[in-house]
């Protein structure tokens, strides 16, 4: 269950990817490396952080294959087809709150911190985003202008590390946390919320120089 749910994070990360690419007017080659870059990329951080040995991704041909042919499929739908233009924050919602929470099983099975645990999750679920974003040229990237993004993998992370602590497990518990992580992200998409972010006074802006 755990590798289906994966290889639904990783398709919506390299839809996500090839829809950047598009953005950006790459060319076909350049949305399968964004492609491959935002679904591979969080977990390869944390695998080798969490010192595992070969990286998973290495030896699983079918998660490969679903990449591939995500991949190319949206590449020919873009070919015919304009997709809405707040597609891309869909998709990437939806890969930002499925691995998170298997970044975060990851790490407690490795018997990690719980303050190690939910940094691992946050880190398997934007760090694919980061990468694409940076190869699509966007300074600064998605995590750090969107205010609601880490905060939103950090509170499922947490909700699923409190469940597991207090005995409560299964899919459940992991869709629960994932769709926590999603409906965070979404609401602050679709209602514009963030965090409260410090202003200049008048007075200083005035007295500067």
Do not use: Q
């Not at 990286?55 to 087809?81: E, K, N, P, Q, S």
């Not at 518990?173 to 994932?178: L, Q, R």
Request: aromatic content about 8%; hydrophobic content about 55%.
């Amino acid at each position: 269950m755990l590798h289906m749910l994966y290889l639904i994070g990783v398709s919506a990360f390299a839809a996500s990817g090839v829809l950047a690419a598009y953005r950006a007017n790459m060319d076909p080659f350049g949305g399968l490396v964004l492609a491959f870059a935002a679904s591979i990329s969080g977990g390869t951080l944390r695998d080798l952080i969490l010192n595992r040995h070969p990286l998973y991704w290495t030896h699983d041909w079918v998660l490969l294959t679903v990449i591939i042919c995500v991949g190319v499929a949206t590449m020919v739908y873009l070919r015919f087809w304009t997709l809405p233009r707040k597609s891309l924050l869909v998709v990437d919602a939806v890969g930002l709150s499925v691995v998170t929470v298997i970044g975060a099983r990851a790490a407690i099975d490795a018997g990690a911190t719980p303050l190690a645990v939910i940094i691992l999750a946050v880190l398997t679920g934007v760090a694919g985003e980061v990468i694409r974003d940076v190869l699509c040229g966007e300074f600064p990237p998605l995590l750090l202008r969107e205010d609601v993004y880490a905060i939103a993998a950090l509170a499922g992370a947490a909700l699923l590390l409190i469940l597991h602590h207090l005995g409560i497990g299964g899919t459940a518990v992991t869709a629960a946390s994932a769709g926590l992580v999603f409906a965070l992200r979404m609401g602050a998409v679709y209602f514009g919320l963030h965090l409260p972010r410090p202003h200049r006074s008048p007075s200083r802006e005035g007295s500067d120089g």
